[in-house]
């Protein structure tokens, strides 16, 4: 859970400011802690009050986060090389192997998850990288996830901004429960399925 404040952090800096700190998250591992679905949240209740478009948030975001996506992307696609010779300690090649499985068996449920699991948004397209995922593959995937990530969450908080009365004495809370549902997204993927 983050620290940062998301209505102060939008209010200071605009859709600049959430384009921003949106591409970090998705493209740059060490930004994993940015406050993601908790800022989504806040841009589409403050798009409510008529701070900017709700139309321009969403689009703004999706640009952001499939353009952070090709980064994270092609950054594994760099190292790549260097996890085959010697690889991390905590990341074995059977594991990159079975990411890009997935990827190819699942890719629509997985762009899915990862962009509405915090860190795994981070982590997988860097992890699709590594693992060899087509480019056009992945291409379809990103731009599929980063609309789907980007619609739903601002206009969530667009509604409860416009239609429900002095929201703002518990938009904090809210969103501490937006939070809270990425993170059980979270811990129910990392727990294995039972088998069909």
């Known amino acids: 859970m983050s620290i940062i404040d998301p209505i102060a952090l939008i209010t200071s800096g605009g859709l600049i ?27 589409g209740y403050l798009s409510a009050e008529g701070y ?23 950054t594994g696609k760099k190292i790549s090389f ?45 992890l699709a990288g590594v693992g060899g995922m087509r480019l056009g ?20 908080g667009f509604f409860f901004g416009r239609y429900v009365p002095n929201l703002d004495h518990y938009v904090s809370m809210i969103m501490l429960i937006v939070i809270g549902v990425s993170i059980l997204f979270m811990i129910w993927s990392v727990f294995p399925k039972p088998s069909k």
């Open 137 to 156: 593959t992945f291409t379809k995937y990103n731009i599929m996830g980063g609309f789907l990530w980007a619609i739903p969450i601002p206009l969530l």
């Open 17 to 43: 400011m959430i384009a921003t700190i949106v591409f970090l998250e998705i493209g740059f591992l060490p930004f994993f802690i940015f406050p993601g679905d908790s800022l989504l949240f806040a841009g």
């Open 52 to 74: 900017f478009s709700i139309w321009a948030l969403i689009l703004i975001v999706a640009i952001a986060t499939i353009l952070g996506g090709f980064v994270a992307y092609f």
């Open 82 to 126: 260097r996890f085959s010779e010697k690889p991390p300690r905590f990341i074995k090649p059977s594991y990159i192997e079975r990411t890009n499985k997935f990827y190819e068996k699942y890719g629509p449920r997985a762009i899915l998850l990862m962009r509405f699991v915090p860190v795994v948004r981070t982590i997988a397209p860097l």
